[in-house]
């Protein structure tokens, strides 16, 4: 016989509301797991968001970028004559360069001619012919800082479109900066008077009462030669022209002008 019944309590089968329901054991079981949500699609373009990948939701090293093709490394042959090359080349224009500057410093130049006078020592005139002595002394300047040794000079007398002749100057020498006088003397043998031509006006009549003028005309021509750094010869030359007048009365020299 079963236990008699604690007081308050019945010994029939149906549950009392106060206990709790007994599990079965179909009830023991757990619901499933929801499913888990969908994974998404990788970015087509990861670069598009630099080294940060969506898919993963991490930080991932960049890609590599691709490596060069390997470089054939220069002959040691090639680099040498290049670099001798280079070398000769900025000798060559250093020495142009210093040659130019040397060249502007030190060029050469030709002599400054100054006549200082002109006259006629002797003089003869019959039978409308004329012989006098050509004298003509002049300062020849040197502008180079190198001596300037003249030769060659010579003085040449012309008269009415005539070469009456040429006399040389002796050769000398004259020092950077220094002027030195220099004068030439030439024989003029029996020449004609040239016909003065006859007055048409009043004009005319009055330019023919002056004293006719006879012109001569002289060339004095200085050749030379300057050392530039006493290594290099520059030939340098200058020549004045003058045109003198002189009477044909008494071979007064009237005027010169050069």
């Known amino acids: 016989m079963p236990p008699p019944a604690p007081p308050g309590r019945s010994h029939s089968n149906e549950a009392s509301p106060a206990d709790p329901p007994i599990a079965s054991a179909s009830s023991s079981r757990l619901p499933p797991p929801p499913p888990p949500p969908p994974r998404p699609r990788p970015s087509p373009h990861p670069r598009v968001y630099g ?31 290049a670099s001798c090359l280079a070398a000769t080349a900025f000798l060559l224009l250093s020495a142009g360069g210093a040659g130019a500057a040397l060249f502007l410093l030190f060029r050469p130049r030709p002599p400054d001619i100054s006549v200082a006078g002109v006259r006629l020592p002797s003089f003869s005139a019959s039978n409308g012919t004329v012989a006098f002595t050509f004298e003509q002394t002049a300062a020849v300047r040197n502008p180079n800082r190198s001596p ?45 008077v040239a016909a003065q031509p006859q007055p048409q006006g009043a004009v005319e ?54």
Not at 158 to 175: E, F, M, N, Q, R
């Open 51 to 81: 080294d940060y990948d969506p898919a993963e939701g991490l930080r991932r090293p960049p890609l590599p970028l691709p490596l060069p093709p390997p470089r054939r490394p220069p002959s040691p042959c090639s680099s040498a004559l």
């Open 148 to 192: 300037l040794a003249h030769f060659d000079s010579s003085l040449r007398v012309a008269y009415a479109g005539g070469d009456l002749g040429a006399v040389y100057i002796p050769a000398g020498l004259i020092d950077g900066g220094r002027t030195k006088h220099v004068s030439a003397v030439f024989d003029v043998s029996a020449i004609p």
């Open 205 to 258: 009549a009055a330019q023919q009462a002056q004293p006719p003028v006879i012109e001569v005309r002289s060339l004095l021509v200085v050749k030379g030669r300057v050392n530039v750094l006493r290594v290099l010869t520059h030939r340098v030359q200058a020549a004045k022209l003058c045109r003198v007048g002189v009477s044909p009365l008494d071979g007064t020299v009237l005027g010169f002008r050069c």
